[in-house]
């Protein structure tokens, strides 16, 4: 921002700070910072984001360092601010503004075909590499297949692993068939991915020259990489079709393709692996869902191969990762910029603010969502809730694509284990929720696995 705007900023917020627009919320704790302090308080901006809703009711205020931030935080003040025609993911936005991506401020037209092209790019890149898939799968169920009954499975390392291989594949081609490229980008996936969980959001990064250096050698390796592989592929055709294929295709230039490829490989590896995750482990506590789920899979697959169309009639199993985002909260937040002054219940949102969509709230709000915190995949047998899980981009058109992504890798996996496997829980073990853009367990979740055939 323009100094003149900051200095603006910084006067007159003691005055806004009191009146917030008229929103309910809370005043800045300090003027730097904001209500910082509140969040890294409360453990994360989620948690934060439950007392203040519990407090303050659907539609709260606080401040981002000298921002005001509004956050909704039920069904129904969504429906009011959502915009179907709207063409940037909420997801996105978010992660753009945190890797300090600027270049989203195209026209409309050029928003839309970008949104295109990045559609294209999931479908195509899924189509192409369903046997890729499968064949990562089969190696992991391989493997599981080789443990004695009673072993413990290091779950969170393993589908990490697997995301990592497969949206890697998929995404940037077969550079990523060596195990040793892969573990280099893991690495380097990690220190941003932990930096853009918690680092930006609790300002401690700023405050820490070394993590600050490591981060940005991170990303800079990783747009290394991005770079070399859109260079090879310009211009050439290759037989597999990546991702990446669809944005050089397109007609966009070299940083917009950069940044919209960085953003997907980012957000897919993280997003597929945590449903992975937190699929399985409710799976593994849930006997029934399990046994209903492998009698789909059963009387669907039989004893034939996997193909995209079978994968397509898996009902059941959608339900089951549909009920997992939402039980698991696995994107809490996300964000969308207020560009022309709007209107939520009977408050006025100024333009320029950052409008907070509290997803984790909303998906536990127990009257959108009866006994919240129940583990129930039928509940997405009735129509109307698919509808607000779609209006919320969990599914249908408004769905973020790395969901979309991770929703179909997510299936073949399950379908490949839990035809052959029962996935059992490890007595005792209590598993807690780290709540960050994508929601994961704070510590290694282990299960155990035994033979059905």
């Excluded at 005043?27 to 519990?54: A, C, M, Q, R, Y």
């Excluded at 990064?205 to 859109?230: G, H, V, W």
């Excluded at 992975?276 to 059963?298: G, P, R």
């Excluded at 996935?423 to 807690?432: P, T």
Aim: charged letters at 25%; proline letters at 4%; one cysteine or more.
């Amino acid at each position: 921002k323009p100094e003149g705007t900051i200095r603006r900023l910084r006067t007159t917020t003691k005055k806004a700070s009191r009146q917030a627009a008229g929103i309910p919320g809370i005043t800045p704790t300090e003027e730097k910072d904001g209500n910082l302090p509140d969040i890294v308080k409360s453990g994360s901006l989620h948690e934060f984001l439950v007392n203040l809703h519990e407090g303050y009711g659907p539609v709260v205020s606080f401040w981002f360092g000298r921002r005001l931030v509004v956050s909704l935080g039920t069904v129904d003040v969504l429906k009011q601010h959502i915009n179907p025609n709207k063409t940037s993911d909420p997801f996105e936005t978010m992660l753009k503004s945190l890797l300090r991506y600027q270049s989203d401020g195209g026209n409309v037209n050029e928003n839309h075909m970008r949104k295109k092209l990045y559609e294209s790019g999931v479908t195509n890149s899924l189509q192409s590499n369903f046997a890729l898939l499968l064949k990562l799968s089969e190696e992991l169920l391989d493997k599981w297949l080789s443990y004695p009954d009673s072993q413990h499975v290091p779950l969170c390392q393993h589908m990490l692993g697997f995301a990592m291989k497969s949206v890697t594949q998929m995404v940037m081609g077969s550079t990523f068939e060596d195990d040793q490229e892969v573990i280099h980008f893991q690495k380097n996936h990690g220190t941003v991915w932990s930096e853009i969980g918690k680092g930006f959001l609790d300002g401690s990064l700023d405050k820490s020259i070394t993590r600050k250096k490591q981060y940005e050698d991170a990303l800079m390796q990783l747009e290394y990489i991005l770079k070399k592989i859109i260079k090879e592929r310009k211009g050439r055709n290759f037989s597999q079709h990546i991702f990446i294929d669809s944005l050089v295709q397109g007609n966009l230039n070299d940083q917009q393709i950069l940044e919209d490829s960085m953003i997907f490989s980012l957000a897919s590896c993280i997003i597929t692996a945590k449903l992975c995750t937190w699929a399985i482990c409710f799976l593994t506590t849930s006997e029934e869902v399990q046994k209903k789920l492998y009698e789909e899979i059963d009387q669907v697959l039989g004893k034939d191969p996997i193909t995209p169309e079978k994968i397509e009639q898996l009902r059941y199993c959608r339900q089951v990762l549909c009920e997992t985002v939402r039980t698991a909260k696995l994107t809490p937040v996300s964000a969308r910029l207020q560009d022309i002054e709007g209107k939520v219940d009977k408050f006025i949102i100024p333009r320029e603010t950052l409008v907070l969509y509290a997803l984790g709230v909303v998906l536990q709000d127990p009257s959108t969502w009866p006994l919240p915190h129940k583990f129930d995949p039928d509940r997405f047998d009735d129509e109307s809730v698919m509808k607000t899980f779609s209006l919320l981009g969990f599914s249908g058109t408004q769905e973020c694509p790395e969901l979309r992504f991770a929703y179909m890798v997510t299936t073949v996996l399950l379908s490949v284990l839990v035809r052959r496997l029962h996935l059992l829980s490890v007595e005792g073990q209590v598993i807690e929720t780290k709540y960050e853009l994508v929601t994961s367990s704070k510590e290694e979740a282990w299960i155990t696995v035994s033979k059905r055939y």
